[in-house]
């Protein structure tokens, strides 16, 4: 990995992260309370309380990612049940909209380190799906390793190339952002763990890989 990471800097820029993805649902919150306050119309009102319905649930899915993403969330086990992160990535999923989910994953447990690349992983998939499509997942845990898959396909898939340099672990610590901080997180992860992550790019299609050495 390119240079020494300061740890109160990627610290900041995940915060910046967590406070940008937030800003949305907990916005569309505030302004149904206010249109909730001044609406009279009974069906209007029913409008408002199914918006405030669908903000909250999106900025709860999107606390519980960061907490699994990045904190320590899972429980106390090395292992989180597979029902935790499928749950909040089918609310992100949900809530961007004209994107279909492929869940091929039968394991009922999940390694946390895999858990928070398989999150992340499954965030970049959703995020370059600017004009919607089908965004696929895979894990499978061998006796040596855990690899996860992620592909995203779609009309226009926008995946800038900063992202793949620091899933890479090629980009300069000090040159982090909000953007880029996460990508670097999972660099960090599959280095400890002895592992490595891959990206491949082509027309309407985005591969994500990871190979996670189990007992690292």
Excluded at 90 to 110: N, S
Aim: glycine residues 10%.
């Amino acid at each position: 990995m390119t240079g020494e990471t300061d740890p109160l800097l990627l610290a900041s820029q995940l915060c910046s992260r967590l406070c940008h993805d937030m800003l949305s649902p907990v916005g569309a919150l505030s302004n149904g309370l206010e249109l909730l306050a001044d609406e009279q119309d009974p069906q209007m009102r029913q409008r408002c309380f199914e918006l405030l319905e669908q903000s909250a649930r999106t900025s709860a899915a999107k606390l519980k990612f960061f907490r699994l993403a990045y904190g320590a969330g899972g429980g106390f086990g090395e292992k989180v049940s597979i029902d935790e992160p499928r749950a909040v990535i089918e609310t992100l999923a949900a809530d961007a909209k004209r994107i279909e989910l492929g869940w091929q994953i039968e394991t009922p447990t999940v390694p946390k380190a895999a858990t928070k690349v398989l999150l992340n992983l499954a965030q970049i998939g959703l995020d370059a799906l600017v004009r919607g499509g089908t965004l696929d997942l895979g894990v499978e845990e061998r006796d040596d390793a855990t690899e996860i898959v992620v592909r995203a396909a779609g009309a226009k898939i926008a995946f800038d190339q900063t992202i793949g340099d620091a899933l890479a672990g090629r980009m300069d610590p000090a040159e982090l952002t909000g953007r880029t901080a996460p990508a670097h997180v999972l660099a960090m992860i599959a280095e400890r763990q002895g592992g490595m992550i891959q990206t491949h790019v082509e027309s309407g299609t985005l591969l994500l890989g990871a190979t996670l050495p189990n007992g690292a």
